[in-house]
């Protein structure tokens, strides 16, 4: 089993539609949890981090449930610029550990 | 905010040659630089962990002979690709961790054809 997984779409979706992508993680000691958008041949930049109270960073809202180690990313009225593969990504003491992404295309 | 940047952006080489990647912190000082590779369509690898004035750890699988890292000082590590064959072509990312964040930043990568 990975160590953290992600439906890797590809996702097509309407521009303003809503999405919503999820992740699960294996291990139980995990202590922090982001997510990042890597843009075609460029290095994955920070979206947001993910707290288990939720957190909204305006179109973004990001949830974790860490009884399930279940994260979420939710993206409200799309924007064409959303295109990108977003990752799932679980941090240990030090470590970084990337889901493989969910590549996602905004269609005019 | 945060920059971290990288040596070539781009590299093609003939097999067997030997391939430098510098990666810098701009405007922080990292004890902790990671390195990490993407073949296409696929998710970033964690290759090692490159801790300044100390050995680099190395993820299973990775050879250390072959994958040179060197973190000689707080803003610099270095990567070498010794003996490059055509199956190391692949898309080479550090990262920076700032001490005092709880994440990591990237550099811009480095995009390596081995022929």
């Known amino acids: 089993r990975k160590e953290v997984e992600q439906d890797p779409g590809p996702f097509n979706v309407p521009e303003g539609a809503t999405v919503a992508f999820n992740c699960t993680y294996s291990?139980?000691?995990?202590?922090?949890f982001f997510w990042y958008r890597q843009d075609c041949r460029k290095e994955p930049k920070l979206l947001m981090s993910?707290?288990?109270s939720g957190n909204e960073d305006g179109r973004f809202t990001a949830q974790l449930n860490r009884a399930s180690q279940y994260i979420s990313l939710l993206i409200r009225d799309s924007k064409l610029s959303d295109s990108a593969t977003y990752l799932c990504?679980?941090?240990?003491?030090?470590?970084?550990?990337f889901g493989q992404g969910t590549r996602l295309t905004i269609n005019p | 905010g945060a920059v971290v940047s990288q040596h070539p952006s781009w590299v093609i080489c003939k097999s067997g040659t030997s391939v430098k990647i510098e990666c810098r912190s701009l405007?922080?000082?990292?004890?902790?630089m990671f390195w990490y590779r993407q073949f296409p369509k696929q998710s970033l690898m964690l290759m090692a962990t490159?801790?300044?004035?100390?050995?680099?750890?190395?993820e299973q699988g990775v050879e250390k002979d072959k994958f040179l890292i060197n973190h000689a000082s707080l803003t610099l590590s270095t990567l070498t690709v010794t003996s490059a064959h055509p199956e190391d072509s692949s898309f080479y990312i550090c990262?920076?961790?700032?001490?005092?964040?709880?994440?990591?930043?990237f550099g811009p990568g480095t995009r390596l054809t081995v022929l």
């Open positions: 993910v707290y288990s």
């Open positions: 291990n139980s000691a995990s202590q922090s």
């Open positions: 490159s801790n300044e004035g100390s050995k680099a750890t190395y």
């Open positions: 405007d922080f000082q990292a004890t902790t």
């Open positions: 990262s920076a961790r700032i001490p005092s964040r709880n994440t990591q930043y």
């Open positions: 990504v679980v941090g240990g003491a030090q470590k970084l550990v």
